[in-house]
Structure formats: C-alpha cells, structure tokens
C-alpha cells in the first residue's frame, strides 16, 4: 500500500476520525509543492554532468529509473550548498576534476562525455581505492551526530545511495516501503515483490 | 490600597506538562480541584504538530537534517536519536537554554519545552522495579535507602498501567515483576531463535522477552491501536502512544477545572515564612516576558528532574540560603543517569526467505542477571539489555563497496538478520554528582542556569565492560556470525534518564521529600518528577515516575481533605 491510498483509507476508518481531511490535504499539498526542479546553487554545469553520470553509474536505471532519474545531482546539490562544510565541500570538488582527469589520461575525454563502459572503468577504480581504504580502517565508534571524514567516492556513493533510496522514486518503485502497514508480523513470507 | 491586580488563585498549581505533569494534572482535576498547569513551552495541536506520516522524500534533508542550524542552535540536542528532521521541533533551542559543566566533564541535557514535554519523544519503554532496585542502597550502603518498598507502589504500578495501556509479556520475574499488560507484541524470527538460544544455555538466569511499551496492541480507553509505522517520537495522531498529550491532558481537559497555560517560564516559587507555606509561582510568559504571579493552595513540581531542582535551588530565602526546601543540605545532590551503549550485534543465520512486516515500534528486553542471586566480585547492581532483530535495508550498502547493476539488485532485497543487545547500567547515587546555580549565566528569559557537575564512576565503567562481554557471549552462545562489539562513549545524561537532586527519605535531615514526596519542610509543596528518585536501577524510569505521581496526588488530595493541607 502506498502512502497516499494508506491515508486515505485511515481518512475513512473510524477510529481515525480526529485526522481532519483539510490536514490529509495539506500534507499531501505540500508533497506536491516540493517536485518543482530547483535551479543548482553550487554545481557548475559541466561539475553537474559529471555528478549525473556517475549517479547513474553507481544506481543505474533498471525496470525502475536510477540515479538520474532520482535527480540525485539535484539532492547532492543541496548537501554541497546548504549542509557540507567548507572541506567536505572542496574534498569533492576536487574529486570531480579528478574523475575528469582520470578518464582524459585513459580515453582522451571527460568523464561524462565517456562512453558508459568508460564510466564503469573509472568508477571501478574509485571503488577499488575505497575497498582498499575500508580494509585498512580500524571500525571505530562514531557518535551517530558526527559526520565521518570521507574522500572523494565514499562522498558521492553515499550521496548517491541516500539520495536515490530517500527519493520518491527510491522509496515508492525501488523499495516499495509503505508508510502505514497497519500491523505487524514479525515473520512473514517475502514475496516475489521484496519490500522493506 | 493599591492597583495591583490580584494573582489568579488555584486550588492546585503544576508545574510542567510532561510525563509526570499530566498524570498530577489528571489526579488532582479527577479529585476536584481546579488546578493551573504552567508550561514553559508552547501548545501542541496533534493534527498540525505531529509529523509521523511525512515520508522521507517530504523531507528538506532526506532525513539527515539541517546539520548547519543544528550545529548553531541544537548542538546538545542533536545527540538525541529521537531528534531528527522531523522531531527537532519537539526539542529545545541550546542557546536559549544554557546551562555550564566542568571542562572535560560532558554531561548531555536533552529537553522538551512544549505541552507534554518529553513525553512525545520518549521511547515508550515501561518496566516496573522491583524490591531488587528499592533495597539497593540499603544492602551496599551507596546512597540513602528507599522510603519505600515495591508493595509501597504496586497498586500505583497496576493504576496507571490500566489508564496508559503497556504492551508485555509475563515472564514472572523476581527482579522484573510482571504488570497489567495488553497483549504482547510479537518478537520476529530471529528474536525468538535467540531467545530459544538464551534459555537452552542459561535457563531461567537469563530471560529474553518482547518490549514492555506503552503502546497500545488493542483499542484502549477510547484509543485506537498500533497502525505500526514506526516513529513514535514523530507524534502519534491515532493516539496509539502513551504520552501526556496523548491520554492524562485530555483526561483532565474533560473534568472542565484545568487551565493549561503554556509560555509560562517559572523563575521560582514563593514561600511565606511565616505560614510554612508556597504560596504561588513566579513566572516569566514566554512570549511578553512579563513577569506574573499566581497563587494556589498545593503546589506540584513536576517540570523534570533538573528543572524542578533548579526552580528549588532559584526559590533560595534568607532562611532556606541553598535552595528551598533544602534544609537537608540534599537538593542538587545525587545526580544519576543510566549508562548506556555496551553491548554487541551479531548476525543471526537463517529465515533468509522470511521478513518483518510493518515496523515495530519495540524491542527485546534482557532483564537484569547480575548480581541477582549471587554477588559479582568487580562490581555492585546490575544492567539489562534493549535490542532486536533486524534485516539490514539499503543502508547497509553505504557501509559496503560496489556499484551498478549488482549493488541495485542486492539493495533491492534486505540483508541478513541481524540481532543487537545494547546496555543500560544502573548508576550509583553519588554526592560529586550534583548541581548547583551558576551565578555568572542566565537563560534566554533572564533565569540563573545550573551548572552541572557529572562523571560515570568506575562502578559504571565495570558494569559497561561487562555488558560488552556477556552481550559476546550469548550471542556466541546463539550461533551468531560476525559478532561486533558495541562499545559507545556516551556523555551522561545521554540515556535521558536523569534522576536524583531531591530525593526522598524518612528522614528530613538526609532527604529534600518525604515518603509521598511531600517537601519535609513545606508542607504543602510535593515534587514527583525523576529527581525524587533515590537510586536508579537499571530499569528505564517512566513508569515508575507516573505511579509515584498518582501516588502522591492521592495522599495530597486526601491530606487536604482531612485539613491538614
């Protein structure tokens, strides 16, 4: 169930009737509201073709869309602009030239003039350096409230990952989370339709 | 004569609108009197505050908040895993609620200012103690002991477990005595695999049950029932959750003789020397910042636990030079807070075809096993373990290598069951944690702020070791894989189980309050918020706060009747 057929249905049911429809119209307004594309605050242009294509690298369109389609540029764009700091900011930057540079080296181009198989061999060598990375470090705590120091690919395949599974496309057609499912069972079947 | 205008008169004045504020403010409206409730927060309307339905795509930041305004103006509070980018709302502004510590001695205050105070974001867990917690400071000598026994509040624990509706399963336990429960939530597979697991190799020492939550599982005094979407500390509009604003306001909202007024900032109370008695309430409005007084007859402190003990400490006269009500010597001492984040997760092989359905919100409970029949050698009380069973979603690819096609489809699917045991430890009352005024700071609305002096002792640090150790074990003991240690530094106060600075006690030269929580010397004042608390078990507080509240409200109500109030 998603959750604008789940609200409708708590609309109707009985025990539900302190939720007032004028509310249920305005939460759902206000999902609406926010589709509108925003125009990019930090990204250039050609910074911005990059982070597309390696979106889509990362979570490619399947029988759902993938990071392209999710407009995950457009939530990234927003964490560089509104939430990272001045470093973390720069750190990926820098990574973006980098991937630029990488790929010129080996198929005399940018990165998201690269043909798709190019892309793959680039990001496989991010990849390669962030398993290698991850072997090495020592799991330590951090607190939940601090943001672990990351280089350039760690940013972005978490950027990606985030936003591409927060989005609407992410949540409602990728992982088919329902908002409200009205019980629970601790122990169920998975169907052929794996939610979570 | 002049034209000051007379201060509104009550036959009872409560003082906060959380947890314990909304139980005294039912009690004594129940009982007849005409009680004002002060908030120093603003009002909460369920259907446009409650944010629990707004999915994550809704949000600004996808769920990880506005770090940049959270660093300015919530830089305690952020450390709250309850205050998120739906809920920090629910939680309040730092800079206009100062307060100092020691350099190097953290201690995290999370607070609510609203009507019902934390009692929105808290996370539900309701477990009776035992005379096992009541006979602790007695049988080792930390602390002072207990003026009261677990018979004392049994029938208060049966009281407001039939009014608020807590989810449980029996388990007839010494050291966790059972409680009117609804029925049970269900544990999922992996759960009830290790809790076969737990009891083939400990038996009855260890018992491993479902969440005692007060959360309904069926409809409950005009409630409806779980709708299991998850986040209760979002508000709840079926009302599904006990919370203040959930069930006692509303209850006492019906009898018609409650004024609830929020925006009120109490400064302190007013004592009358002469008379022996609170007279009334200074209060700052939140919004003019008018300074206003009201009268009432009792008074009910119930603003949590380091707030009322700084409005006691505030209210000091030439008589009572170190606090009202403090001729012990007792009030800001004692400071408590569970700790909390030993442990270990492990994963837990099997049921790969089977899922959760709908998100439960509750765990699994470990109730207390050390120093329950036999007495350790390295430490003294004991620790219980939360948790649960998980499959691991899309998250744990950010943790992971990998790209493309291959990670897409394995995202798609959920991980392996997981299973965590995560520690809470008891505290032991001691005198070097304690608060006091801190004369050189004021607060947004010109209140002198506490200052806070607080550090976990090495008998907390040896029960956290432990709780790491043993956590290892039985999840070894269940067949686990990949068993990690959990070993978290949390600041205290971080459990948001604050108790102590004003603790009871038979005795008014050792206690700030009486057995029924009745200042020793103001008679007609009472405090029943966690500060009362004169040890901390290692049971999660609440309930236990609500039912020495209508505890107190009766023995109130029925001194008043007799006159002597």
Redesign the interface.
């Known amino acids: 169930m998603q959750r604008r057929d789940a609200l409708r249905l708590l609309g109707k049911a009985s025990v539900f009737s302190v939720l007032s429809t004028d509310w249920l119209a305005a939460k759902l307004g206000a999902e609406v509201a926010q589709k509108a594309p925003g125009a990019l605050q930090t990204l250039t242009p050609a910074q911005n073709d990059i982070v597309v294509a390696m979106s889509e690298v990362i979570i490619p369109a399947t029988d759902t869309p993938g990071g392209k389609g999710a407009r995950v540029n457009e939530f990234i764009d927003l964490i560089l602009t509104e939430w990272a700091t001045d470093d973390e900011k720069a750190v990926f930057l820098e990574g973006l030239a980098e991937a630029d540079r990488r790929t010129n080296e080996l198929f005399g181009r940018g990165f998201a003039a690269a043909s798709p198989k190019e892309q793959a061999a680039i990001v496989q060598g991010f990849d390669d350096d962030l398993a290698a990375l991850r072997n090495e470090k020592i799991r330590e705590w951090i607190p939940l409230w601090e943001v672990p120091k990351m280089a350039f690919f760690e940013q972005m395949r978490t950027l990606t990952l985030t936003g591409y599974y927060t989005s609407t496309i992410g949540q409602e057609q990728e992982l088919k989370v329902e908002i409200i499912p009205g019980t629970f069972n601790g122990c169920a079947l998975e169907g052929p339709e794996v939610k979570q | 004569m002049n034209s000051v205008k007379k201060p509104e008169s009550y036959d009872a004045i409560i003082i906060g609108s959380g947890m314990t504020g909304g139980w005294a403010a039912k009690e004594l409206t129940e009982k007849g009197l005409k009680v004002l409730v002060l908030e120093a927060g603003r009002p909460i309307v369920?259907?446009?505050d409650y944010v629990e339905?707004?999915?994550?795509?809704?949000?600004?930041?996808?769920?990880?908040a506005?770090?940049?305004e959270r660093l300015d103006t919530q830089p305690i509070q952020?450390?709250c895993?309850a205050c998120d980018e739906w809920a920090q709302k629910f939680f309040i502004n730092d800079l206009e609620n100062p307060y100092t510590t020691d350099p190097g001695r953290p201690f995290a205050w999370i607070r609510g200012r609203q009507v019902g105070g934390k009692s929105i974001m808290w996370a539900r867990q309701s477990y009776r103690w035992s005379d096992l917690d009541f006979e602790a400071n007695a049988r080792d000598g930390y602390g002072s002991d207990w003026p009261i026994r677990y018979a004392d509040i049994a029938p208060w624990y049966d009281y407001v477990e039939d009014f608020a509706g807590i989810t449980g399963h029996t388990e007839g336990l010494s050291q966790l005595p059972d409680g009117h429960f609804l029925p049970p939530?269900?544990?999922?597979?992996a759960?009830?695999a290790v809790k076969e697991a737990v009891a083939r190799r400990f038996g009855r020492e260890r018992v491993m049950t479902v969440g005692r939550a007060a959360i309904l599982t069926q409809?409950h005094n005009g409630r409806?029932a779980?709708?299991?979407?998850g986040p209760c500390h979002r508000g709840c509009?079926?009302?599904s959750y006990f919370s203040s604003v959930n069930a006692t306001l509303p209850a006492a909202e019906k009898t018609g003789r409650m004024t609830l007024r929020p925006y009120s900032v109490v400064h302190s109370l007013i004592f009358d020397a002469h008379a022996r008695r609170v007279t009334g309430v200074r209060v700052i409005d939140g919004q003019t910042r008018e300074a206003l007084e009201f009268q009432g007859r009792i008074l009910f402190l119930c603003a949590s636990t380091l707030e009322s003990t700084r409005i006691l400490l505030n209210s000091a006269t030439p008589e009572f030079s170190s606090g009202l009500a403090n001729s012990s010597g007792q009030l800001g001492k004692n400071l408590m807070d569970h700790i909390m984040g030993g442990g270990a997760d492990g994963e837990i092989p099997g049921?790969?075809?089977?899922?959760?359905?709908?998100?439960?919100p509750n765990g699994i409970y470990v109730p207390r096993f050390k120093n329950v029949t036999k007495q350790e050698k390295n430490f003294l009380r004991g620790y219980a373990y939360q948790g649960g069973a998980d499959?691991a979603?899309?998250l744990r690819?950010?943790e992971e290598?990998?790209?493309?096609?291959s990670?897409?489809?394995s995202?798609?699917?959920?991980g392996p069951w997981r299973l965590r045991f995560y520690g809470f430890g008891e505290c032991l009352p001691r005198p070097e944690n304690f608060v006091e005024i801190d004369k050189d700071r004021v607060d947004a609305w010109g209140i002198p702020v506490l200052k806070i002096h607080c550090a976990f002792s090495d008998n907390e640090k040896a029960l956290f070791e432990d709780m790491v150790i043993e956590a290892t074990d039985m999840l070894a003991a269940s067949g686990a894989r990949d068993i990690?240690p959990?070993?978290?530094?949390?600041p205290p106060g971080l459990t948001i189980h604050e108790m102590g600075t004003a603790r009871m006690g038979g005795d008014p030269k050792n206690s700030v309050l009486n057995p029924h929580n009745q200042a020793h010397d103001v008679k007609n004042l009472f405090l029943t918020d966690g500060a009362c608390m004169v040890s901390s078990s290692c049971v999660n507080p609440s309930l236990t706060f609500m039912a020495i509240t209508a505890r107190a409200c009766d023995y109130a109500v029925s001194q008043m009747k007799k006159g002597e109030l």
Not at chain 2, 53 to 62: I, Q, T
Not at chain 2, 411 to 414: D, S
């Open positions: 369920p259907e446009q339905h707004v999915p994550v795509s809704d949000m600004k930041f996808r769920g990880l506005d770090r940049k952020r450390m895993y939530m269900e544990m999922n597979c759960e009830t409809t409806a779980c709708h299991y979407c509009i079926t009302r049921f790969m075809d089977r899922m959760q359905f709908g998100n439960r499959r979603s899309w690819g950010v290598s990998g790209f493309g096609v990670l897409k489809n995202l798609r699917k959920h990690r959990i070993r978290e530094n949390n």
